[in-house]
């Protein structure tokens, strides 16, 4: 299995930019692919972006789709998600996931998760 901690997270303006990093251990990070979920209090957990095992195939959610970026170092066992002119419905704890299989947007199809990094997204 994979142990995953996400880092990152904070508070920033509209407008802003941060980027979240989740550090994966355990078995061969290359064998995952990635994805990044988020959920905002009273909200159920909502899929934002998922990356393949190599990197070269990637998905967003519509609602992030030119402002925020994945990608993955797997020489560094990290996938990071860029996040640029953030908005405040961005607002949520951000997760990243682990599957053995293509990339999917489906919570339910990831068998391994982090801990969750705070985004605030101030107006």
């Known amino acids: 299995q994979v142990q995953l901690v996400e880092s990152g997270g904070g508070l920033v303006q509209a407008g802003g930019s941060l980027r979240l990093s989740c550090a994966a251990s355990?078995?061969?990070?290359?064998?995952?692919?990635m994805g990044w979920f988020r959920q905002a209090p009273g909200k159920e957990r909502e899929f934002v972006t998922a990356i393949s095992q190599t990197g070269g195939s990637t998905r967003y959610a519509d609602s992030v789709k030119g402002r925020f970026t994945i990608s993955r170092d797997n020489g560094k066992n990290t996938v990071y998600l860029q996040m640029n002119s953030l908005k405040p419905e961005d607002t949520a704890v951000y997760y990243c996931?682990?599957?053995?299989?293509?990339?999917?947007?489906?919570?339910?199809?990831?068998?391994?998760w982090g801990q969750g990094t705070q985004v605030t997204v101030s107006s």
């Open positions: 355990g078995r061969t990070f290359r064998d995952y692919a």
């Open positions: 996931a682990a599957r053995t299989f293509s990339v999917a947007t489906m919570a339910g199809l990831y068998a391994y």
